[in-house]
């Protein structure tokens, strides 16, 4: 009853026959592959006898350093799938270069590290220490008004201890005549 119900239902991928591999497809799959691997290898072996005979023909011209670095670059850089098919032209895709222990450089550069706010901070920090200083040494409009402000209120202070001096003059005069008088 229960294979009749499976028959006429939907059947589901876990209710279906897994079905193994057997050891002797294997091999023969393992085989096929392996001539597959020699037949490859046969075929690379005939374009470098080409090569060869090209490479030949070159070395009788002088070959310069940079050529022999850009053909390394090319050997080092092989296309993977159907990419050596497709030309890509994305301005952002960067290609990665492999670079060397000596040339990379450890920066101690502090400002790459802070975050937005802290760079924004320190500044701040700056400017107000500048301002200051040129607030010191009166260059700043502000501090020239700040100058001349000074300078009248030592006049006023000034000229007002100087008539408090008359006016002590005066009344010690005024005693004196009184103490005269008496």
């Known amino acids: 009853m229960i294979s009749k119900q499976l028959s006429r239902g939907k059947v589901h991928h876990k209710g279906r026959r897994r079905h193994f591999t057997d050891a002797e497809e294997l091999r023969m799959e393992m085989e096929r592959e392996k ?25 009788d011209k002088p070959a310069s350093d940079s050529d022999e670095d850009s053909e390394s670059d090319e050997e080092e850089v092989k296309p993977k799938g159907v990419s050596g098919l497709i030309e890509i032209e994305n301005p952002n895709r960067v290609a990665q270069k492999m670079k060397k222990a000596s040339d990379v450089q450890l920066n101690d550069d502090t ?27 009166g260059k ?16 006023q202070r000034e000229d007002a201890a100087k008539k408090r001096e008359e006016q ?8 004196a005549t009184k103490n005269t008088k008496r």
Request: aromatic share 2%.
């Open 140 to 155: 700043t409009d502000q501090a020239r008004a700040d100058l001349a402000r000074l300078a009248v209120i030592r006049k």
């Open 35 to 59: 001539r597959e691997q020699e037949w490859r290898e046969k075929k690379e072996g005939e374009d470098s006898d080409e090569e060869g005979k090209k490479g030949a023909a070159a070395a």
């Open 168 to 175: 002590k003059k005066a009344k010690e005069a005024a005693e």
């Open 111 to 137: 400002s790459s590290q802070l975050s937005r706010r802290e760079r924004e901070e320190i500044a701040r920090q700056r400017n107000a220490a500048r301002q200051r200083k040129l607030q010191e040494e």
